[in-house]
């Protein structure tokens, strides 16, 4: 027996049919993105940090969203319940613990403990935008190592496994003792970019750490590389240095893993326009946008800032005209049919 689920407003009803015995052709299938199988036992939940993305990927894969009550007491602490079986179930749990951090960060914790003890089979965390990524080592005395310290808090709720869109930092993966599946936005971005068609483009790195991300985004859309040489002063303020390659009278495309206060972003793009760019775009895989940020991209030299929907955007990034979103729903999608059925998501990247 197939189970169709179908949603009527709020309440939702749910149908028993026979299955038709008639096998797909190899012409429809070609015609179609291939759809996760519709089981009892394959289920896609959320937190409250990203309904609509999960909403999107749930989509792609042609599943109803796990129905959950996610609330909070008076006092703010939070209260989950799952509202629907899941013994057994191979379950995800979509949750990026961006802006307030600690407030999903919780709640997601909460929801795989909630599902541990409802004898799921299996838990995935499925993390768009990993917070504290950035808090990776010990750069100062007597800091924590706070990135480990959320990778071990995950594996005590209940995860088995995690999904994560493209860390700060790779070496990341180290701090699980679970099995990280790593996913890149990059084919995302690099497709968007290819289709504008830039003349004389230059990919830049922003900092000496992410000349691995630029290298491989270069590659891909057959353009030159430069980097500009960044000393931090102290937190969340950054001094540009100089620029190491050929900028001049070139389109220029930083790329980034996350915009925050956009202070780097801003002060690389005037860097880059002193050394002769004609134009300026800039992409990440995470929109944090905090503080300001808005506002200095919009007061930037920068044509355009391409973004993921890894992070839901401020009602005031919506409305600003050099911010553009693009969904990442289906890269999430495949990947998770790939760790449902058991196969490779390297193929994805290739």
Do not use: W
């Not at 008639?22 to 959320?46: H, N, W, Y």
């Not at 970019?193 to 830039?198: E, I």
């Not at 003349?199 to 590389?225: H, I, M, N, Q």
């Amino acid at each position: 027996m197939a189970t169709v689920v179908t949603t009527t407003g709020e309440k939702t009803t749910v149908e028993k049919t026979v299955p038709e015995k008639k096998p797909v052709t190899d012409e429809k299938s070609q015609s179609k993105p291939q759809r996760a199988k519709v089981d009892d036992r394959f289920k896609v939940f959320c937190g409250t940090a990203n309904e609509a993305l999960c909403d999107e990927v749930c989509n792609f894969l042609g599943l109803t969203r796990g129905q959950a009550l996610v609330t909070r007491f008076k006092d703010g602490e939070a209260y989950v319940q799952i509202q629907e079986n899941v013994r057994g179930a191979d379950v995800f749990v979509m949750q990026p613990t961006c802006r307030p951090v600690d407030m999903h960060l919780m709640e997601l914790l909460l929801m795989m403990d909630a599902l541990k003890r409802a004898s799921a089979r299996r838990i995935t965390a499925v993390i768009p935008y990993y917070g504290y990524s950035r808090q990776d080592r010990k750069d100062k005395p007597r800091v924590p190592i706070s990135s480990k310290l959320v990778a071990d808090l995950l594996t005590t709720a209940g995860a088995d496994r995690a999904l994560v869109v493209d860390f700060h930092a790779p070496q990341l993966q180290g701090f699980f003792n679970i099995p990280v599946d790593h996913l890149f936005a990059s084919p995302v971005l690099v497709d968007y970019f290819k289709k504008l068609n830039l003349p004389d483009l230059t990919v830049v790195s922003p900092d000496a750490g992410g000349v691995e991300r630029a290298r491989f985004f270069a590659k891909k859309v057959d353009a030159a590389l430069a980097i500009v040489d960044k000393r931090r002063v102290e937190m969340n303020v950054a001094e540009v240095m100089h620029v190491i390659g050929d900028v001049d009278g070139r389109t220029c495309l930083i790329i980034d893993d996350l915009i925050d206060t956009a202070g780097t972003l801003v002060k690389v793009a005037q860097a880059l326009k002193e050394n002769g760019a004609c134009a300026v775009y800039a992409c990440c895989s995470h929109p944090v946008l905090s503080g300001a940020a808005v506002e200095s991209l919009v007061n930037s030299p920068i044509t355009e800032v391409v973004v993921t929907n890894t992070i839901p955007l401020s009602e005031e990034a919506k409305q600003a005209s050099k911010i553009k979103v693009l969904s990442i729903a289906g890269l999430i999608g495949r990947a998770i049919q790939s760790i449902h059925e058991e196969t490779s998501i390297s193929r994805l990247f290739i």
